[in-house]
């Protein structure tokens, strides 16, 4: 009995993005007691954390990350009316400053060797949200940019509400048939969204340190395509498929494991 | 001559900072007649592609390929960045 009450808590922690006890207490209708001692044995064992303090702690699968802000802030139809501060990054300036808040993550247990390749990867992403959208944004300028750590995992994603990669090659090379071709073409060939300049590699760049080591993986998803690389890749695929709606512009996931 | 490239940041990342940090050199740089022009990368955290491009190309445009050469170090995010830039 003990047993499917603390399966089926983790099952709800794993469908929500982030769980209240006092939800869990509602919904199963058991005491709080109980379900603080199903949430101290899965924290034990390693299967859930707990985020946050006091009556504001929330618990979360490990190694997964939340991803449900981001996600819907990237597909939503309107404009989005939550535009938190503390991730989005309204100009190029702001964002270059972020990048280096990824060298706290030493303390989280990223290696020290490896914060160069981390942080490049992600200043190449998110650079590619200014440089291919600036002036046509759909609505809100800039990039989401949110780093979480988790389990011995580094996630970090990157998203933005411009044209999509798809219109952005279309116009340099208007044999890419969709969406889908557009993103393989983006990670793999080398041609630049903003011909004559000579451009082009830095996807190239960020594919390479991907598929170079084990723990490592990335997805992107922009309008209908969707493509993963790296052994982890998966798993980010999985992440960013949760969100049943496309992203009117592009998103990147970034999955990086440190333990 | 050398140009120690920390003094343009820790963190040396995308095409338009890559493009002010070369006019910025060129500004300065007098080499005498065949000297070399060495990237130094010590004290710098991380190099992207985009920026190390913008650089690469601007200084070997006005100084010739072989003039400009990228000094040893064990920066991975160099070396990667060296690599994808060759192969384009």
Redesign the interface.
């Known amino acids: 009995m003990k047993t499917q009450t603390k399966s089926r808590i983790f099952r709800i922690i794993r469908k929500r993005d982030g769980t209240r006890p006092i939800e869990l207490v509602k919904k199963l209708r058991i005491t709080a007691q109980a379900i603080h001692r199903h949430l101290r044995s899965l924290t034990t064992s390693g299967k859930i954390e707990a985020r946050g303090r006091g009556p504001k702690t929330r618990y979360y699968v490990a190694g997964a990350p939340c991803l449900d802000k981001a996600l819907r802030w990237c597909a939503s139809i309107r404009k989005p009316a939550e535009n938190p501060g503390e991730f989005l990054c309204e100009t ?1 300036d702001i964002f ?1 400053a972020r ?2 808040h990824i ?1 706290s993550l030493t303390k989280a247990g990223l290696k020290e ?5 981390v ?2 990867m992600a ?2 992403i998110g ?1 590619n949200c ?2 291919h959208n600036l002036g046509n944004w759909r609505d809100v300028p800039g990039c989401w940019f949110e780093t979480q750590a988790t389990a011995g995992r580094l996630w970090i994603c990157i998203g933005d509400r411009g044209q999509g990669v798809f219109r952005s090659l279309a116009r340099v090379d208007p044999s890419i048939p969709d969406e889908q071709a557009a993103l393989v073409t983006a990670f793999e060939k ?1 041609l630049s969204g903003r011909f004559p300049e ?5 996807l ?2 960020v594919r ?2 991907i598929v170079a080591g084990e723990k490592r993986g990335l997805a992107c998803r922009s309008g209908a395509g969707l493509v993963d690389y790296g052994p982890l890749g998966g798993d980010c695929r999985v992440e960013l498929a949760r969100d049943p709606h496309h992203p009117v512009g592009t998103v990147t996931l970034i999955l990086w494991g440190f333990k | 001559m050398k140009i120690r490239l920390k003094s343009y940041g820790s963190i040396l990342a995308s095409r338009p900072a890559g493009r002010e940090a070369a006019l910025a050199m060129k500004a300065r740089l007098r080499p005498g007649p065949g000297e070399k022009i060495e990237l130094d990368f010590e004290g710098v955290l991380s190099v992207g592609p985009s920026w190390l491009d913008e650089v690469l190309s601007a200084l070997r445009r006005e100084y010739g390929k072989d003039r400009v050469v990228c000094l040893p170090t064990k920066n991975a995010s160099v070396t990667e960045s060296l690599r994808v830039i060759s192969s384009s």
């Open positions: 190029r270059t990048l280096g060298g060797e490896e914060l160069p390749l942080i490049s200043g190449e650079n200014f440089d080398i000579n451009r082009g590699n830095g190239k760049f390479n340190i």
